[in-house]
C-alpha cells in the first residue's frame, strides 16, 4: 500500500489496527453499562449500554481523523510545502494516532477498573502530546490545515515561522 510506505506509516497502521484489536478483546470483558464520559473529579456522570458504536468510537474517529490527515496535503492550494517538511508531517499523524490509542486504552482500562484515576491518565497523555508537539511545531512549513494558522501567519513566511517557534515554547510549558 502507497499510503503506509515508511517505517512511521506501518507503525501508524498497526497502532490503528490495535485500536480495533484492543476493543475486540476487551469488548466481553466490559460492563453493560459503559462510561462514556466524566466529570472533572473523575466521577462518571454519564454512562450507555454497551455495543459496537460506544465501544468502537474512537478507533472510528482515529481512523477519519488519520485519513483527513492523509488527503490533506492533496487538497491543500499549497501542497507543494507539505514536501518541506514530509518526515515532521508523518511523525506528527503518528503522535496524533498513538495519542489517540493511548486515550482508548485508558478509557477501556477506567471501564474495566472504575477506582483507576482517568485525570492522572489523561494529565500523562496531555503532557506528552504537548511535549511532542512543541518539539515538531516550530518545523512546519507554511500550509491551510496543519499549524497555528491565522491570516497574518498566512500571508507571511517570517510571521509563520516566528509564531511557530514561540507556539513550540508555550506548548513545552
Not at 473523575?42 to 449500554?49: N, P
Not at 510545502?81 to 515532521?88: E, I, N, P, R
Not at 489517540?100 to 491518565?121: H, Q
Request: charged share 15%.
Amino acid at each position: 500500500m502507497k499510503m503506509f510506505k515508511s517505517k512511521f506509516h506501518r507503525i501508524q497502521l498497526v497502532m490503528l489496527l490495535g485500536m480495533f484489536a484492543l476493543g475486540r478483546y476487551f469488548y466481553d470483558r466490559l460492563p453493560e453499562m459503559i462510561t462514556m464520559q466524566r466529570n472533572i473529579d473523575g466521577v462518571a456522570d454519564r454512562l450507555e449500554r454497551k455495543n459496537l458504536i460506544s465501544v468502537f468510537l474512537l478507533p472510528i474517529i482515529t481512523l477519519l481523523v488519520l485519513g483527513m490527515m492523509k488527503l490533506a496535503p492533496c487538497i491543500d492550494p499549497r501542497k507543494r510545502k507539505y514536501q518541506q517538511f514530509s518526515a515532521t508531517y508523518t511523525i506528527l499523524q503518528t503522535v496524533i494516532v498513538w495519542s489517540l490509542l493511548y486515550f482508548y486504552a485508558g478509557i477501556l482500562l477506567v471501564n474495566l477498573y472504575p477506582n483507576l484515576n482517568i485525570i492522572r491518565i489523561i494529565f500523562v497523555g496531555i503532557w506528552a502530546l504537548m511535549l511532542l508537539i512543541w518539539n515538531y511545531l516550530p518545523k512546519i512549513r507554511r500550509n491551510y490545515f496543519v499549524g497555528i494558522k491565522t491570516p497574518w501567519t498566512l500571508n507571511n513566511e517570517e510571521v509563520w515561522n516566528k509564531t511557530h517557534r514561540l507556539g513550540g515554547i508555550y506548548f513545552f510549558w
